[in-house]
Nanobody, 114 residues
């Protein structure tokens, strides 16, 4: 069983930055293709960023140029560097595989105040 634990969320003002981390543990040998998702209140969970094969990255249009996804395979950790944050980025952020094949972790809350 694979366990995912997200961290790094918090409350920031618009324009600020945060770095999210997601540590994978359990029966997982390596992480080369992972994604970050988010769910805002009253909305469906959406795919925000993906890293494929450890290098190729894709982003939803609303975060392009502001978010960067990366992986440290030795630490089995995936990161999401978020900058120029906007109030509409407020959500609970989750990581998972691509596709989302693992049990969801608790997520980490990101709140951006205007």
């Amino acid at each position: 069983q694979v366990r995912l634990l997200e961290s790094g969320g918090g409350v920031v003002q618009a324009g600020g930055s945060l770095r999210l981390s997601c540590a994978a543990s359990g029966s997982i040998v390596s992480i080369n293709s992972m994604s970050w998702y988010r769910q805002a209140p009253g909305k469906q969970r959406e795919l925000v960023a993906s890293i494929i094969g450890g290098s190729r990255t894709t982003y939803v249009d609303s975060v392009k140029g502001r978010f960067t996804i990366s992986i440290d395979n030795a630490k089995k950790t995936v990161y999401l560097q978020m900058s120029s944050l906007k109030p509409e980025d407020t959500a609970v952020y989750y990581c998972n595989g691509l596709p989302a094949i693992y049990t969801w972790g608790p997520g980490t809350q990101v709140t951006v105040s205007s």
